[in-house]
């Protein structure tokens, strides 16, 4: 039996099922909350050989017979022309708007299509079925949809929340170690946000987690609450949901600087690296200790993660190049730098009005 989390948004609340064999009682359940509807798949290539046809299976036996598109893997993905592709296949097959997209993928296919089935049709119904493990514990959930803009990762996009969300774990078997480890990071920030009984849990059984088991299906649960939790209490992002940009910030720094080129670094190694710096920054502040930033990167090195620069292959921009990147990122307000910062594991905070120059002479020093 799968596990429900439900995300509490009032009329808009979805369940989140979490389990084995998910799948193949896609449609069932799609069915059983929108009745009658037409399908589109979206979904990429690697994604596609191994998982599409079990999910037609699946989506038959609810009556579902979809139209598929299947875009390239990879970040570069998110983008206008590819959106537009994806847009262009939901129109052809004539679906109307209470009809259903489907994403099956991980962040990016999921991302992609939620931002195509929000505008498509001034917006259509949604089904996540996230197929990486950071798509399992991070981006199927919430409703934050988009794609890239040359200017800067995740600058355009919709808010729109699916009406169901089915992780099935069974497909993380599929899914290539490094992957596996970067939506760890993802897993690993709920713990260092603020709860300190997670983090300390992951050190003990993170080999578990990676073997599967119950250990991996008690771990992404435990995700989708913590994310299920701060989505409720803020869905659009006005207050405490900025916690969930740990590590971000400068991650998304570092995808820049490398051209969002997945032979060297992908989001959540990024997110790794940044998390580590957060933690470095906020003891280099005197704000946490320094112990804690070096629990912190001792765990994220067992792991098998990135977690400092000179972790990342190929040559860096320098520090002045990074900060420009922070600078373009869309968390930044009239000019203050906006950093997710720590007291320790488990106290992250949002602090405003970080002085660049500070961030700029802790880049220098870290890089
Ligand atoms: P991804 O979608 O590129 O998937 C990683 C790789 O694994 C791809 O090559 C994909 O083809 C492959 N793959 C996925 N599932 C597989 C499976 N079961 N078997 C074999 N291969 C499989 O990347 P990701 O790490 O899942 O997601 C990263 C994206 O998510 C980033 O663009 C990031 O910005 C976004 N994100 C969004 C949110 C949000 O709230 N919307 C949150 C976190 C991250
Ligand atoms: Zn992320």
Known sequence: QPVTVEVGLGDRAYDILIGSGLLLRAGEEISRRLPGTRAAVVTDENVAAAHLDTLKAGLEKGGIQPTVITMPPGEKTKSFAHLEAVVDGIL????????????????VIGDLTGFAAGIVRRGMNFVQIPTSLLAQVDSSVGGKTGINSPRGKNLVGVFLQPK?????????DTLPVREFRAGYAELAKYGLIDRPDLFAW?????????????ERAQAIAEACRAKADVVARDEFETGDRALLNLGHTFGHALEAATQYDGARLVH?????????LAHRFSSRLNLASPDDAARVEAHLSAVGLPWRMSDIPGDLPDAEALLAFITQDKKVSRGALT???TRGVGQAFIAKDVPASEVLSFLRESH
Do not use: S
Not at 202 to 214: H, Q, R
Not at 268 to 274: D, K, L, P
């Open 92 to 107: 052809a097959a004539r679906l109307e708007r209470g009809d259903v997209v489907i994403a099956l993928g991980g962040g």
């Open 164 to 172: 169901l969300v089915l992780a099935d774990t069974e497909v993380l």
């Open 202 to 214: 992951l050190e003990a059984n993170w080999e578990k987690v990676f073997a599967g088991g119950p």
């Open 268 to 276: 959540g190694e990024g997110v790794a690296i940044g998390m580590a």
């Open 339 to 341: 950093f997710i910062l």
